[in-house]
């Protein structure tokens, strides 16, 4: 099974919020997007609503359900109760839980599974019930695997954030064999996998050859910034062809 791309349309959202008007439309962009080839969207709608709004949700919802049904639907977010109806009512194919504090930035950390085993337990059971499929997002480690299975989740999305970021060749090859060594651990745990975070053209094809396992990429900005430079649409197909899924 070859890596599908989703893209993640938070930047889009927060673009749009810089003024009180309509444009870029999410919902528009997200259509392009779809029609590019990508295998879904992701959103993470933050407590403050920065970027995606809590009203965005069932409109992408609507969008995908209606006009690319065999696309995926990828919500993320931290699993407060306000979360957790949510996705309870638009239910997405997929809720990646993230452990991000209220009031930060961006993702840069994954759970400490130990630490939160019976949370997570609950809630993922809750979620499953639900018909969705759970991805815990962890860090750059082989431990977490066997923890992730243990709570029941379906999959788990390495932060890829310390790999992306990494510019010194010797500092970005420790953060490859990282991110391989979590993904192997994935597979010999049972988990499927994804991975997101500072993912570009540049670093996805060496992931891709060395994780057969991968199944799923989540990029947001990356794709955004090329985007400004390819267009939306090509952007999604020189993605597509980064991953071999063109």
């Known amino acids: 099974m070859s890596c599908k791309l989703s893209v993640n349309v938070n930047a889009i ?3 749009r919020n810089r003024r009180d008007l309509p444009w870029p439309s999410v919902e528009g962009l997200g259509r392009i997007i779809l029609e590019a080839g990508a295998a879904g969207l992701t959103v993470h709608p933050r407590p403050d609503e920065r970027h995606i709004r ?42 990646t839980l993230v452990p991000d504090a209220p009031g930060q ?26 018909g969705m499929r759970v991805s815990l997002f962890v860090d750059p480690e082989p ?69 057969p396992n991968l199944l799923e990429v989540s990029i947001g900005h990356a794709i955004i910034a090329d985007a400004l430079t390819f267009g939306m649409a090509e952007t999604v197909r020189l993605f597509r062809h980064a991953i071999g899924d063109i």
């Open 13 to 15: 959202a927060y673009l």
């Open 54 to 95: 809590h009203a965005d949700v069932p409109v992408l919802r609507g969008l995908i359900r209606r006009e690319f049904p065999s696309r995926e639907y990828n919500i993320e977010g931290y699993p407060d109760e306000r979360f957790l109806k949510l996705v309870e009512a638009h239910r997405p194919d997929q809720v």
């Open 105 to 130: 930035g961006t993702s840069d950390h994954g759970w400490d599974i130990a630490k939160n085993k019976s949370r997570l337990t609950d809630v993922i059971a809750r979620l499953r019930a639900g």
């Open 143 to 211: 431990e977490p695997a066997d923890l992730a299975k243990s709570v029941g989740a379906d999959r788990i999305e390495i932060y890829t954030g310390p790999y992306g970021g990494a510019f010194d060749p010797a500092q970005h090859n420790a953060e490859f064999v990282k991110v391989v060594a979590t993904g192997r651990a994935a597979a010999a745990a049972g988990l499927e996998l994804n991975a997101g975070h500072d993912l570009t053209r540049e670093n996805l094809p060496a992931l891709v050859h060395a994780l």
